[in-house]
């Protein structure tokens, strides 16, 4: 099994790439599912958010107010920063869970839907191959000002808070060009699936598994006799 990096921009329609490749059977490990769990009122990561951020961000259930949280870090990037600080190391070992998963299940490959891949080169290295949604900056701008109901500047501000889209290209492996009709975008998902799974690349990894494990299991016999000798 080997890792493949998904990404997009706000309203380029990576949402509908990873339905589609669903349907194909594919394993996905989602991080925008796992970041609004760690942040339920069971997880560490929600506790840390309300001592920093105050109630004034919960709702009256006591969860977070995603939007209202939303507007406050969209504002002021240093605490966009501090958000980050405390969601990503709870997301990282949910996803490293989800991993081991679909590793014992014996997927070949498993996509990792992660929004800011591209901006962070310390989660693109452990990628085997990267993909990006592409849509042309006009076809994002309207897409999110029809989508989520803003004014023009409003859009602007969320696009401005990621990296430019025409930056992302030159960063990844894949190109999926959702600038198009849907059935133009499935074509270039169905081509890149058939590519992924023919790969032997997954066969490297099994190998490399296989050989620590019977290493571990070795030691331990070994130690086991010594013990019991």
Known sequence: MFLVG???????GKSTVVAIFRELGCAVVDADVIARQVVQPHFLAY?????????????????????????IIFSHPEKRQ?????????????????????????????????????????LTKFMKHTILVYSDPQTQMSRLMK????AHSEAEARIASQLPLDEKRKLADHIIDNSGDRES??????????????????LLVRLVAVTVVAGIGGLVCFLLRHFFS
């Open 6 to 12: 998904l990404s997009g921009g706000i309203a380029s």
């Open 47 to 71: 506790q840390q958010i309300v001592h920093y951020f105050g109630n004034e961000i919960l709702l009256e259930s006591g969860e977070i107010n995603r939007e209202a949280l939303g507007n």
């Open 82 to 122: 501090l958000l980050n600080s405390i969601t990503h190391p709870e997301i990282q070992k949910m996803m490293l869970k989800q991993i081991f998963k679909y590793f014992v299940l014996g997927y070949r490959y498993v996509i990792l839907d992660i929004p800011l891949l591209f901006e962070s080169t310390r």
């Open 147 to 150: 989508r989520n109901g803003l």
């Open 185 to 202: 975008m499935r074509r270039q998902v169905l081509r890149l699936h058939s590519r992924l799974e023919d790969s032997l690349d997954f």
